[in-house]
């Protein structure tokens, strides 16, 4: 840590990190100094004047350079000149501020007054009104009258839409450049930025599509002024009559806190509705910042299309019934299948949901005919061992630490992330970036390799073989491998771009063995704080459903089942030879995502889903689910925190909760009767049935605790408005390696896939079009369109131009894709983007339409 | 004994008096006796003079009213279907009358001056949900020379919600 130093704020003593500005320092003693243009995660630029204060330092003789006294004993100080700004003066021992007299009042006074002269008279109509710094600062400082003209005051345009999602008022700007450094600094997007001076300075978006950046909402949140809203709020109420409501992101493994604030709407019939998304801070998680996918997806909770009531084939066709016959009817078809039933659930669902369909199935049925219906990437069972420790954070890495990110985009797959470990890096951390192709993060990294396609795996095992012999090796390889075990803290991400489900199981064991190569100290890389392993996960609770058995193989909490059922894809091609003949599918749509052709031969099919999926569309039964914003529950994210949502709005017709589908099932099938709240699934079943949760419960996942800096209270000038957070960190479960040794992985061998003449891999994207997001009218002018990327050499060959109309046959299926010759691929590797997912690399034919 | 007659035949004496005066009594509802300058009846929406609504959307009143009697629901204008000045407006105003209290506070807040309170007090209702006024209700019929809303308008003319202050004296 950084050494202390001491200084004086208005009388009050304190001790703080040196390099932190006085400002900041106010904060710890509860000194509000106002500002504008600081922020606590920006770096200082001192533009506004707003936070003005008298700074003073202990003389020293110069002579002697012995301090000065006052005749009564204490040090003489020696006030400068005149005020500085408290926001770029960093502290030193010594020091005396002073916040609260009259030159810093009156000069208080002025920057508001002169602020005032080009600002308009909107409050009445401005978003931020009511939660705005300009009018509280002003309420608090300001004079209440001007010197200045009122003829004279600034006027300009008020309708700028700096893309899709993001509209400029152009008045109300206050030149305080928060946004442009918010995307220079933090989110490595700068594409806005100051254009002309003076008054008729203004903000300008200097990408296409406009403020082309997946962080752009968080602008909105730390413009100390209404100038930038978002598309999705514009005038959709005033912030005093919503009702914030704690939620986690239902996408994504970070598991990004937010907060929902909620109205009861006449537009909407009198329900209530979620109005906006908003962060909430949580330092060990997302801090203050979300994506634009997390800010902008809800739309689907409230989608007209939802299912609101059971269906039920009748003479060939869903028609609507009544709970009791559909769950009768599922109950009866599930028991008289007994243990030859399957079920495949999705990685959406929370603990509680995931828990109870795998009771119903091992419990209700004697089943292990469990798994997840798109099963990307593995090695649950490997963070459970080397997890990356509890009581993590990455905001703690920085110079002697190393991050290791292999097959992944992190930027499209888990922003947060990419965020998080861009800043490590940028404190120092040494990165290490592992992929087939140039990534968002290979500016960032001090060691980049991209390796053939097809030797992910072979890549990773030379490393881990480099390391175990540590012979200084002064290739790449021996450089990184030297670098991962003489690290301080080595935290390793591994993703499933370009990969096999296979081949992501060998990459997660070596890494496993990789982090537990112990350095010269004895030292290894797991099972400490800030060390170990993390999967990027494809969904926001993907880590739950291995941590509650959604697995053929193993029960919740990892323990090994006897004899492991049928995987997904067994599953699959039994229901298509007749072998598997009942079916429950929760919150996926294997249909739709062309992992299962139709309904096979299937006898019976149950579908538990928010709306009528392809799947559901074949099913016998089809059965309203609610979605995460109607109730409440855990998910556990990627670093395995394990966070609890809280329920917004009313259920969407009669739509139950999965879990309490599933339970009324299994109470028709003589299992217990259901619990009456999510919370007791937790308590009876959760942390009574799965070890690694057996100390938690509601309430210790709903803890919080004072967060530096402090964000969201009553002075929202400071950090913005992201949320205080009120609603609980969540709590981490940990690994095995922090309770003992664990052993070294046995990697197993796997041939990677087959390329042909070209090879062709799926890469992520954000905003990929999905049941969910697809109803986002807002983001729908950013979808990700399906493209095939190419190098120049191979579009060359196949003689392919930007633009061109390509088909491409991947997997029997023939996908329509846009042709992009830009760089994004390497030479000799096609990337498509932009459709659903398809594991490894891919054989595909590639031809003009 | 005699001092009791006397009082007793002043008494009706005066109540004969009286049967001779104007009578004070309105016949209500035959007959209205006009209000009060200051009085506070039921709201009215206000119009500017071109048919364009007072109102822009701001909740303001609906803050400011102690009976929680005001609901506001706003929406975005446009050139091609404006409702007010500027870029908000009210797309749902509801006043509950059985809740207001006819303080007048909501009158206070507002910022273009588009809800008033005027002489109307005939206010009862059979039941709760007809006591509601709808913005419908509320609003002023559109003044001679001026046009209905939504009205299709120039760029620029209407780009500012609240009227232009002047300076102060
Ligand atoms: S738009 Fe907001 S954040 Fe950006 S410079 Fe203007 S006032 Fe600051
Ligand atoms: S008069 Fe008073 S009580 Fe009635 S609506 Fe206005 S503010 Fe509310
Ligand atoms: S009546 Fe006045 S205060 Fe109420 S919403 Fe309309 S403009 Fe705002
Ligand atoms: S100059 Fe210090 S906050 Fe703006």
């Known amino acids: 840590m950084s050494d202390l130093v001491t200084i004086f704020v208005d009388g009050i003593e304190l001790q703080v990190e040196q390099g932190a500005t006085v400002v900041d320092a106010s904060k710890r003693v509860d000194v509000d100094i106002p500002v504008f243009c600081h922020h606590p995660k920006l770096e200082p630029v001192g533009m506004c004047r707003m936070c003005l204060v008298e700074i003073g330092m202990p003389m020293r003789d110069r002579a002697t350079g012995e301090p000065v006294l006052e005749e009564d004993g204490s040090p003489q100080i020696n006030w400068g000149r005149g005020l500085q700004t408290g926001c770029t003066v960093r502290v030193a021992d010594g020091m005396r501020v002073r916040t609260t007299t009259d030159v810093v009042d009156e000069a208080r006074e002025n920057v508001i007054e002169f602020l005032l002269t080009s600002h308009p008279l909107d409050c009445p109509i401005c978003d931020k009104g009511g939660e705005c710094p300009l009018q509280n600062l002003t309420m608090a400082h300001g004079l209440g009258e001007s010197a200045f003209d009122f003829d004279s005051k600034m006027q300009n345009e008020k309708h700028v839409p700096l893309g899709e999602l993001i509209f400029l008022d152009r008045e109300r700007c206050i030149q305080c450049a928060r946004c442009t450094r918010f995307q220079d600094e933090i989110a490595d997007d700068p594409v806005i930025g100051f254009h002309n001076r003076g008054r008729a300075l203004e903000i300008v978006t200097l990408s296409d599509p406009g403020f082309d950046s997946y962080w752009s909402g968080n602008t909105t949140d730390i413009c100390p002024v209404g100038a930038l809203t978002t598309a999705d709020f514009r005038f959709g109420a005033r912030p005093w009559e919503l009702i914030p409501v704690a939620s986690i992101s239902p996408h994504g493994p970070e598991g990004a806190n937010i907060t929902m604030s909620t109205r009861q709407e006449a537009k909407s019939g009198g329900r209530v509705v979620i109005k906006r998304i908003m962060p909430r801070q949580n330092e060990l998680v997302n801090e203050i910042w979300i994506s634009d996918h997390t800010r902008f997806v809800h739309h689907f909770a409230d989608a007209a299309d939802r299912l609101t009531k059971p269906l039920i084939r009748k003479g060939g066709v869903l028609v609507e019934t009544d709970w009791d016959t559909a769950l009768t009817t599922v109950a009866e078809k599930l028991q008289a299948a007994g243990s030859s039933a399957a079920g495949l659930s999705g990685d959406r669902p929370s603990n509680e949901d995931l828990f109870a369909f795998q009771k119903l199935f091992r419990q209700g049925l004697k089943s292990h005919h469990i798994d997840l219906a798109a099963s990307r990437i593995a090695g649950g069972d490997v963070t459970a061992q080397v997890g990356i420790a509890s009581g993590s954070n990455l905001l703690d890495l920085g110079r002697g630490d190393v991050i290791v990110v292999v097959a992944s985009d992190l930027h499209e797959e888990a922003p947060i992330w990419w965020l998080r470990v861009k800043q490590a890096a940028e404190r120092g951390a040494q990165l290490v970036v592992l992929n087939v192709r140039p990534t968002r993060l290979d500016k960032f990294a001090t060691h980049l390799v991209h390796y053939p396609v097809g030797e992910a795996v072979a890549t990773v095992r030379q490393l881990l ?34 990969l096999t489900y296979a081949e992501t199981d060998v990459l997660a064991k070596s890494l496993a063995n990789l982090l537990q190569v112990k350095n010269s100290d004895g030292h290894s890389h797991v099972g400490r704080v800030n060390n170990g392993l993390i999967a990027v996960w494809p969904h926001n609770n993907t880590q739950g459903a291995w941590d509650m058995g959604i697995h053929p193989a193993l029960a919740p909490g990892y323990q090994s089942v006897d004899q492991p059922g049928r995987s997904a894809a067994e599953i699959y091609s039994g229901v298509q030879d007749g072998t598997v003949q009942t079916l429950f599918v929760m919150a996926a749509d294997p249909v739709g995502d062309g992992l299962m052709n139709g309904r096979g031969l299937l006898d019976f099919l149950v579908v538990q889903e928010l709306f009528l999926t392809e799947t559901a569309k074949v099913a016998d039964v089809v059965l309203p689910a609610q979605s995460w914003a109607e109730r409440d529950g855990t998910f556990t994210n990627g670093e395995r925190r394990v966070q609890r949502y809280y329920p917004a709005i009313q259920p969407v017709g009669e739509s139950r909760p999965d879990w309490q589908i599933i339970e009324q099932i299994g109470h028709k099938m003589g299992l217990d009767k259901p619990h009456f709240a999510a919370s007791l699934v937790f308590k009876k079943g959760i942390a009574a049935g799965v070890p690694q949760y057996s100390d938690m419960d509601y309430r210790s996942i709903a803890k919080v605790e004072k967060q530096y800096p402090d964000v969201g209270g009553e002075d929202l000038y400071y950090g913005g408005t992201s949320y205080e957070n009120k609603h609980g960190l969540g709590q981490q479960w ?63 060959r196949l003689s392919i131009a930007t633009g061109d109309a390509v088909i491409v046959s991947v997997n029997g299926q023939s996908l329509q894709l846009s042709a992009h010759v830009n760089g994004a691929a390497p030479q000799g590797l096609a990337l498509i983007n932009g459709v659903s997912y398809a594991a490894g690399v891919l054989d595909a034919k590639i031809e003009t339409a | 004994m005699i001092d009791g007659i006397v009082e007793l035949l002043r008494g009706m004496g005066i109540t004969l008096s009286h049967l001779f005066k104007k009578p004070v009594t309105y016949q209500y509802p035959e007959e209205k006796r006009p209000v009060r300058y200051r009085f506070k009846g039921r709201h009215e929406l206000k119009r500017y003079d071109n048919g364009l609504e007072k109102c822009i959307g701001c909740s303001l009143c609906a803050a400011a009213c102690p009976a929680d009697a005001i609901f506001v629901e706003a929406s975005e204008n446009t050139d091609a279907e404006r409702f007010s000045p500027g870029e908000r407006y009210a797309s749902t105003y509801e006043i509950n009358m059985l809740r207001c209290i006819f303080c007048g506070f909501c009158e206070d807040a507002c910022p273009t001056e588009a809800i008033v309170l005027e002489d109307k007090y005939e206010l009862s209702f059979y039941d709760r949900a007809s006591a509601i006024y709808t913005k419908e209700m509320l609003i002023v019929p559109v003044p001679e020379g001026g046009q209905d809303t939504p009205q299709i308008t120039e760029p620029g003319m209407f780009d500012r919600s609240i009227p232009d202050m002047e300076n102060p004296k």
């Not at chain 1, 095995?736 to 990677?752: H, K, L, N, Q, W």
């Not at chain 1, 969910?772 to 579009?795: C, E, F, G, K, Y």
């Open chain 1, 465 to 498: 073989g480099a390391a175990q012999i540590s012979d200084g090796a002064s290739d790449q390889i021996g450089k990184i491998a030297e670098a991962i075990v003489g690290a301080t803290n080595v935290v390793a991400f591994y993703g499933y771009e370009g």
């Open chain 1, 734 to 796: 940990t690994s095995a390696a922090e309770s003992g040794d664990v052993a070294m992985f046995t990697v197993p061998d796997v041939t990677p896939s087959a390329a042909g003449a070209l090879p062709v891999i799926r890469t992520a994207a954000l905003y990929t079009p999905g049941t969910l997001i697809n109803r986002s009218d807002v983001l729908s002018p950013r979808m990700a369109q399906p493209t095939l990327h190419l190098h120049a050499a191979d579009a060359d």
